[in-house]
C-alpha cells in the first residue's frame, strides 16, 4: 500500500518560516520524480517545486529564491523548506511521487500566512 503523508503545515506570520515534510512508504523512493504543488481556495492546483531524481531541482517564479526542495533517499523523505513566506503562499501542499508510469498523491497539508 503507497502512503505518502505531509507534516509540517500550520500558521505562520508573513516573513516567517516553515519545513514540510512528505514521508513515503510502499514505492520505490529513489525511482521517482518528487514534487511539491499547491492549491489555493477557488485556484488550480500548481506545481511549486520539485526534486529528480538525481537531484535536480525546478521552482515556480514565485517561490525562487525562498523555497528549497530536498529528499532524503535513505528515508524516503521529501522536504520543502520555505522562507520569507508571504499571505499569498497560503494554500493545501500536497507532495507528490511521479513514477514511470503511477502518479501517487499525500492528502496535503494547509499552510497559512498571516499579514
Known amino acids: 500500500q503507497v502512503q505518502l503523508v505531509e507534516s509540517g503545515g500550520g500558521l505562520v506570520q508573513a516573513g516567517g518560516s516553515l519545513r514540510l515534510s512528505c514521508s513515503t512508504s510502499?514505492?520505490?523512493?529513489?525511482?521517482?520524480?518528487m514534487n511539491w504543488y499547491r492549491q489555493a481556495p477557488g485556484q488550480q492546483r500548481e506545481l511549486v517545486a520539485a526534486?529528480?531524481?538525481?537531484?535536480?531541482?525546478n521552482y515556480v517564479d514565485s517561490v525562487k529564491g525562498r523555497f528549497t526542495i530536498s529528499r532524503d533517499n535513505a528515508k524516503n523523505t521529501v522536504y520543502l523548506q520555505m522562507n520569507s513566506l508571504k499571505p499569498e503562499d497560503t494554500a493545501v501542499y500536497y507532495c507528490?511521487?511521479?513514477?514511470?508510469?503511477?502518479?501517487?498523491w499525500g492528502q496535503g497539508t494547509q499552510v497559512t500566512v498571516s499579514s
Open positions: 507528490n511521487a511521479a513514477g514511470y508510469a503511477l502518479n501517487y
Open positions: 510502499g514505492i520505490i523512493f529513489s525511482n521517482h520524480v
Open positions: 526534486i529528480s531524481r538525481g537531484g535536480s531541482t
